[in-house]
């Protein structure tokens, strides 16, 4: 057996595997954030707790309706979308003319609300949800024991943040999406619907969050606290990477997630706060972070 | 904020400001009464907890209200202050004037660096790398050996204010609290009406036309950001003193986030908006504990109603009213 830097090579790839998972749901998680960023110049707070509703909502769609894994993927970030657009038209709709501000104080409370109240149904303690038969069992690759799933969640991972980029970058929606990103009132003036294309957007981000949800929830139990502290980490991506650009967010996404997997290898007692340190170096040497325009 | 700089858009005359100027003396002579007579007509540790976050939130004020920066992270100052503070207290064997002070200062060191690398970003970005740096304090708070963990630093000994008066007794305890909490406000409003105060004032309404004016926007608002998590620290010092406890509590994002809804419930950008703020929340908090984690969900409707609904709070509300600045 050989070794690295005096670290064995399961621990050392297992721990990087597990980084490129983390790294996967942040790169989905600030995709998801820049996109209602672009068009509604807020922050969505809540986008935690909706990642933490895909899991449970994947995990109520078996227990409660016997509805499998590979229908939850697809029904779970419909459903948290559809009340992302219910959020939209109730709430945020109505604070367009003022401070961005009051977008993020009132995604704050929604997300107290919804955390709060998944927390008095279902405790801390957290559900299982079990590995779809398909991916379970794993394969040796020789340097590590790849579980199946796990690699299942990267692939997939990367196909939707790919798929992403694909939208709104090269196709006609993503064009007028874009375009309004600029300049609302000019794409307006075109004759496109523009609150209803950012209801939309809201909506398809939240949706992202909640499938980001779905892909976690065999990992890590559905907990209703899991999205609190990761959507701080999140922020912290999105400050690293600049929310200017689509493939930097998720280019970010993957590279952080790897070095905190490198981290908990090398120096454990930092794994927690890597990302923030790392958030410190980029505001000390590109304040507008790394593929950001100035802002 | 908008409803903030639309209300000072109506420029007051020089004799506005002046009546102005009585009537907040008025007003805080009256509180300062209050104060001298409160504890024989309610719990002094309540006022005391009220007087603490009441501070928390006039400091965090002084930062959104007259900078306009949303500090999502001012967790962290109270919580550091607040372990440094017992700390000094409990192992180091200082008397509580020391410990309150050394508390403050690491809370202003803290806010100094924090301040100079938050500001490099504007609006939403400021909100998420205060709140990315506050967790960074928290995952240190859990981890460093001196702050006990999730235990945190029980028994923290009051002692004695300059070797003289006996701080054990809960009254004489509560006269130090509520002198600290008058200094700590009263230095607020000299800030907030000072040639300094004008200039923040003007960068948070437009920013560029006060670089173009001349003025080093980023030194103000690095020194405003400093002075509130000062203040800010200045609270949790003295509320470890008071509690004689310092925990993650104080330095968890949650703890950042009921700043945040004091102050929205009492008036952004108001004088006196964030200690009524801090007295309703505490009050409910106090009055719900038994309800466990419905506070949360409760706190998390009161935010949606004052954004939806009540933007102003009740002091701004109040102001409009009356049609005076309070």
Known sequence: ?295 | MASVSERMAAAPSARAAVDAAHLHRAIFVGIAIFLAVAPFLLYPVFLMKVLCFALFACAFNLLLGYGGLLSFGHAAYLGTASYICAHTAKVWGMPPEVAILLGTAAAAALGFVFGSLAIRRQGIYFAMITLALAQMVFFFSLQAPFTGGEDGIQAVPRGHLFGLIDLSRDTSLYYVVAVIFLVGVLFIYRVIHSPFGQVLKAIRDNEPRAISLGYATNRYKLVVFTLSATLAGLAGATKAIVFQLASLTDVHWTMSGEVVLMTLVGGMGTVFGPMVGAAVIVTMQNYLAHLGAWVTVIQGVIFVICVMLFREGIIGVLARRLKRPL
């Open chain 1, 1 to 295: 057996m050989f070794e690295l830097l005096g670290i064995p090579p399961q621990a050392l790839f297992g721990q990087l595997l597990l980084g490129l998972i983390n790294g996967s749901f942040y790169a989905i998680l600030s995709l998801g954030l820049a996109i209602i960023f672009g068009l509604l110049n807020i922050i969505n707070f809540t986008h935690g707790a909706q990642y933490m509703m895909g899991a449970f909502v994947a995990w109520m769609l078996l227990n409660y309706a016997g509805i499998g894994y590979w229908w939850a993927l697809l029904l779970a970030p419909v459903i948290v979308g559809a009340m992302g657009i219910v959020i939209d038209r109730l709430f945020l709709a109505r604070l367009r003319d003022l401070d961005h501000l009051y977008g993020l104080l009132l995604t704050f409370g929604l997300a107290l609300i919804i955390q709060g109240l998944f927390r008095n149904q279902y405790g801390v303690s957290g559900l299982p949800y079990s590995i779809p038969p398909e991916l379970a069992g794993g394969r040796n690759l020789g340097f590590m024991f790849l579980p199946n799933y796990r690699g299942w969640v990267v692939v997939a991972s990367l196909a939707v943040c790919l798929a992403t980029w694909f939208v709104i970058e090269k196709t006609r929606l993503g064009a007028y999406l874009r375009a309004a990103t600029e300049n609302p009132t000019l794409v307006q003036a075109f004759g496109i619907n523009v609150p209803r294309l950012i209801t939309l957007t809201y909506g398809f981000g939240v949706g992202l969050a909640a499938l980001a949800g779905v892909l976690a929830a065999p990992i890590y139990s559905v907990n209703p606290n899991m999205g609190a502290d990761l959507i701080i980490v999140v922020f912290a991506v999105v400050v690293i990477g600049g929310m200017g650009s689509i493939l930097g967010s998720i280019v970010t996404g993957f590279g952080l997630g790897l070095i905190e997997g490198l981290t908990k290898v090398f120096y454990p007692e930092a794994a927690a706060t890597v990302i923030f340190v790392v958030m410190v170096v980029v505001l000390l040497v590109k304040p507008a972070g790394l593929f950001g325009r100035t802002a």
